[in-house]
């Protein structure tokens, strides 16, 4: 399937919205979605990892909060 070239919409001769195939649209987002969590891994490796015992979790637990 060939995907269309995106439209550029323009507002007083400027360029001001783009119109785009919706599974270049859908591609984008995931690949943003990628990028974010890759950022958050980048964050999560910079703090030091902390364990707690099983029981000590489970008394704090509190199942779908």
């Known amino acids: 399937m060939d995907k269309k070239q995106p439209e550029i919409v323009l507002r007083d001769g400027k360029p001001s919205a783009v119109i ?16 974010e969590d890759l950022m958050e891994l980048e964050d999560m490796k910079k703090k030091p990892l902390k364990f707690r015992k099983l029981d000590d979790f489970l008394k704090e637990y509190t199942p779908g909060v």
Not at 21 to 33: A, G
């Open 20 to 35: 785009l195939d919706i599974d270049v649209y859908r591609e984008m987002l995931e690949r943003l979605e990628d990028v």
